[in-house]
């Protein structure tokens, strides 16, 4: 089974809002990933947990902000984001992050708008 | 330079005939190599990864990778429009511990 499963499916939210989108997988992964799509643009790096901590930050806003709770689970918290933060929120997760990158499956995506 | 390219596309190919995707690599050291498929508004799909010079079959997709001259392909034969979507190539380079797309390339199978 290589399913990432990922709540909510859309979310529309206030730029004064504060919510939270959720990624989960069962596979016993020990690295997981946030990505932001754009329409027509491949998907952009944003954060990297391994082994439950961040071991990567593409210098992201602090309006978003990560947790891993366990390794299971991966939340990114949403505070004051911009109308241009709408986009397609993706969640992956790959075996390990080593020297040589295990494959990453993703997760179906939030698509998230921001108003 | 970008580190890893493709053609934006669209490329149209007729029902039953072979798409040919491409990719080239900047990173010489660069270890995994894999093909996402996206269809219109849902998420990357791994169709295939692959790890050593040669060819690696897997039913109606080859994956094609020559290290030395820094590409990687996608062979698609018997293209069916179901087969029509964003096909994204993603390389491990060896100075990250994460993996690079391309820009992606745009297939349409015509029937």
């Known amino acids: 089974d290589t399913e990432v499963t990922q709540t909510p499916k859309h979310l529309v939210m206030g730029m004064t809002n504060k919510k939270s989108l959720k990624c989960e997988q069962h596979m016993g992964h020990r690295a997981m990933y946030w990505y932001k799509q754009k329409a027509k643009k491949p998907p952009e790096l944003m954060f990297v947990y391994s082994y439950e901590k961040l071991s990567i930050n593409e210098s992201v806003p602090s309006r978003f902000s990560p947790e891993c709770p366990n390794s299971s689970l991966l939340n990114l918290h949403l505070h004051a984001l911009q109308p241009e933060d709408s986009a397609l929120y993706l969640c992956?997760?790959?075996?390990?992050?080593?020297?040589?990158?295990?494959?990453?499956?993703f997760g179906p995506g939030t698509r998230l708008t921001v108003l | 330079q970008k580190e890893v390219e493709q053609n934006s596309g669209p490329l149209s190919v007729p029902e039953g005939a072979i798409a040919s995707l491409n990719c080239t690599y900047s990173?010489?050291?660069?270890?995994?190599f894999f093909w996402y498929r996206q269809y219109s508004g849902k998420s990357p799909e791994l169709i295939m990864s692959i790890y050593s010079n040669g060819d690696k079959e897997d039913g109606r997709f080859t994956a094609q990778l020559n290290k030395a001259s820094q590409y990687v392909s996608l062979l698609i034969r018997d293209s069916q429009p179901s087969d029509s979507a964003t096909y994204l190539c993603a390389v491990d380079p060896s100075s990250a511990s994460k993996i690079i797309f391309g820009s992606g390339t745009r297939l349409s199978i015509r029937p």
């Open positions: 992956a997760s790959s075996p390990s992050m080593g020297q040589n990158t295990d494959t990453q499956y």
């Open positions: 990173d010489r050291g660069s270890q995994s």
